[in-house]
């Protein structure tokens, strides 16, 4: 078993920032590529990036690219989303995630935190 818990979302206007973080225990965090996803209301959950275990490989969606970073701290058992310049359509829970290691899937969610950005 994994838990994840996230935090820092809130509301912003847009143009603002936001620094979401999710707290990974329960496994060897370092194995395991990290994915942050959110979903707006009325819209199917989507990805919104990824890090491969060591930290240096990343990946992001189309709309997000060149404003948000994801970062983590193996360490600490950390992931960040670090969001800049953000838009109302950012507006959606944000999740954090495990993938498997096996498979093509993510297997554990978190909670889930609130993000809003006013216009």
């Known amino acids: 078993q994994v838990q994840l818990v996230e935090s820092g979302g809130g509301l912003v206007q847009a143009g603002g920032s936001l620094r979401l973080s999710c707290a990974a225990s329960?496994?060897?965090?370092?194995?395991?590529?990290m994915g942050w996803f959110r979903q707006a209301p009325g819209k199917e959950r989507e990805f919104v990036a990824a890090i491969r275990r060591g930290g240096d490989s990343t990946d992001y969606a189309d709309s997000v690219k060149g404003r948000f970073t994801i970062t983590r701290d193996n360490a600490k058992n950390m992931v960040f989303l670090q969001m800049n310049s953000l838009k109302p359509e950012d507006t959606a829970v944000y999740y954090c995630a495990v993938k498997s290691l096996f498979y093509e899937t993510y297997d554990y969610w978190g909670q889930g935190t609130q993000v809003t950005v006013s216009s």
């Open positions: 329960g496994r060897t965090f370092s194995r395991y590529t």
